[in-house]
Structure formats: C-alpha cells, structure tokens
C-alpha cells in the first residue's frame, strides 16, 4: 500500500462562511483554523498549504467564557527596556473588535513556512457586513 501525497494542481479551495454570534471565542477560533490548515480534507497532506478561505461574520458579537473580558491581558514587548505593553480584552474588543479572534486563529496555526499564506485565507468582519460573493459554504 502507498501513502498518498498531494500534487499542487490538485488543491481545490473553497470559501466557508462561520457565524460567531453568540458563540465563544476560542471554539471559533479552532475550527476557522482547522479549515485555514486544511486538516479537514481527506487528502490533508501537511506539507502543502491545502487549506481554504474563511469568512468569519459577527465577530464582535462573540461570547467569552468565566472573567476573561475583565482579567485577559495581551502583551507585547518593543525590545527596549521598559518596552513592555499591555493592553485589556476589554479595551481591544472596544477598538478593534475582530483582533482578539484573529490573534486567537493566528495563535493556533503552527510557526514554519505555509503560516503566512494561510494567515491571508482569514476574512474577519465585526458586523454581517462583507465584500465576498462567492459560493460561501456555511458551517455549524
């Protein structure tokens, strides 16, 4: 028996639209990033970039579980002392409501060579306002 490997003129993308009103964050997050790796197909070969397109509507409408708006904290740091930044859940989904999911899916995509070309599949709008008139397959 072969293992089977798949041929880059083989990989066929599609759009998959994800509702993530009233749902948490972090659920969200893992199937937008199964579906971006392609982990989902049969054929799933992990040294290819297989995965396909997702639209993420209502993404500020998502819900968080236990104190996390209150208590989570994302940091980055600028190398300088003293160079330390942190900024609240509360206060991101205030200005930018789509970055906590996107810093989420992005947290879940392993770091090699195909996360830059499958971080660009990801379409996250606030409201259920988008631009993407393709044949849009929903998802649970």
Do not use: C
């Amino acid at each position: 028996m072969k293992t089977y490997t798949a041929k880059v003129n083989e990989i066929k993308r599609n759009w998959y639209l994800i509702d993530a009103k009233d749902k948490i964050l972090g659920r969200v997050a893992t199937q937008a990033a199964i579906i971006i790796r392609g982990k989902h197909k049969k054929d799933y070969t992990a040294n290819f970039d297989m995965g396909d397109f997702v639209v993420i509507i209502n993404a500020k409408f998502t819900a968080l579980s236990g104190k996390k708006l209150e208590q989570k904290k994302y940091f980055r740091h600028s190398g300088y002392p003293g160079g330390l930044k942190s900024e609240s859940l509360k206060n991101l989904i205030k200005t930018k409501p789509t970055e906590p999911l996107n810093r989420a899916i992005i947290g879940m995509i392993p770091e090699n060579r195909l996360k830059t070309n499958q971080i660009k599949r990801i379409k996250i709008y606030a409201d259920e306002n988008h631009k993407h008139t393709q044949k849009l397959i929903p998802t649970n």
